[in-house]
T-cell receptor, first 114, second 115 residues
Framework: KAGVTQTPRYLIKTRGQQVTLSCSPI?????VSWYQQTPGQGLQFLFE???????NKGNFPGRFSGRQFSNSRSEMNVSTLELGDSALYLC?????????????FGPGTRLTVL | QQQVKQSPQSLIVQKGGISIINCAYE??????FPWYQQFPGKGPALLIA?????SEKKEGRFTISFNKSAKQFSLHIMDSQPGDSATYFC??????????????FGSGTQLTVLP
C-alpha cells in the first residue's frame, strides 16, 4: 500500500507570493491533518479535514487555508508569504477521525521563502 | 493547557546504553500518548504508543513508562544503537472541540548514539 505522498517536495518562493501544497493520503484514509515543522516551534497543528470538511484549525493566521476533495486528497494554501513561513509542511492521514488510529505522515514539503 | 513539555533537547549516548526522554503534560483530557521517530528528510513515524490505563508498554527495545498522577511519561530505549540516531517526539492526543482527534507534540529530542 502506498504511503502518504506530498508534492512538491521542495519549493522556493518570494515574500508576497502564494503557494499551494498537495497531499494524497493512504488509500482508504479519510482524515488528513496538516502540520508545520520549524526548528524553533517544532511541530504545530495547522488544520484537519475529514469528509471534505475542516474539523479543527490550529492557531495560524487566515493566510493559511486548506481543502479536501471527495477522493480525500487535500491541499493547503498559504497566501502573502512571509519569511517566517519557511518550514517543513507535513501532511498526515488516518483511517478515522476519532479513533486511536495511527496518523501516517508524508515526507513533507520543504518551503523556503526568500 | 495544550502544551507537552519534552526534555532533553538533545541526548548523546554510547552504543549499548540506555536513552531516556521525558515528557510532561497539563491537560487531563489527553487520553493517548504516542512517540514518533523522525529521520532527516522523512516525516515522523509512530514508534510506540500508550493509553493512560496502563503504566508501562514495551515493544522490543522501546518502553514507555506512564505516570498518570504526575502527568508524565517517558521513552526508554534499551541497548541503544547508532541506527536509533534520530529526532524523537512525544505527543498527546485528545478529542478536540470539533469532535476530532488532535495531536499535540513535544518539542523533540535529537538523539545521537555513538558507535
Amino acid at each position: 500500500k502506498a504511503g502518504v505522498t506530498q508534492t512538491p517536495r521542495y519549493l522556493i518562493k518570494t515574500r508576497g507570493q502564494q503557494v499551494t501544497l498537495s497531499c494524497s493520503p493512504i488509500s482508504g484514509h479519510r482524515s488528513v491533518s496538516w502540520y508545520q515543522q520549524t526548528p524553533g516551534q517544532g511541530l504545530q497543528f495547522l488544520f484537519e479535514y475529514f469528509s471534505e470538511t475542516q474539523r479543527n484549525k490550529g492557531n495560524f493566521p487566515g493566510r493559511f487555508s486548506g481543502r479536501q476533495f471527495s477522493n480525500s486528497r487535500s491541499e493547503m494554501n498559504v497566501s502573502t508569504l512571509e519569511l517566517g513561513d519557511s518550514a517543513l509542511y507535513l501532511c498526515a492521514s488516518s483511517l478515522r477521525q476519532v479513533s486511536y488510529n495511527e496518523q501516517f505522515f508524508g515526507p513533507g514539503t520543504r518551503l523556503t521563502v526568500l | 493547557q495544550q502544551q507537552v513539555k519534552q526534555s532533553p533537547q538533545s541526548l548523546i549516548v554510547q552504543k549499548g546504553g540506555i536513552s531516556i526522554i521525558n515528557c510532561a503534560y497539563e491537560n487531563t483530557a489527553f487520553d493517548y500518548f504516542p512517540w514518533y521517530q523522525q529521520f532527516p528528510g522523512k516525516g515522523p513515524a509512530l514508534l510506540i504508543a500508550i493509553r493512560p490505563d496502563v503504566s508501562e508498554k514495551k515493544e522490543g527495545r522501546f518502553t514507555i513508562s506512564f505516570n498518570k498522577s504526575a502527568k508524565q511519561f517517558s521513552l526508554h530505549i534499551m541497548d541503544s544503537q547508532p541506527g536509533d540516531s534520530a529526532t524523537y517526539f512525544c505527543a498527546a492526543s485528545r478529542i478536540n472541540s470539533g469532535s476530532a482527534r488532535q495531536l499535540t507534540f513535544g518539542s523533540g529530542t535529537q538523539l545521537t548514539v555513538l558507535p
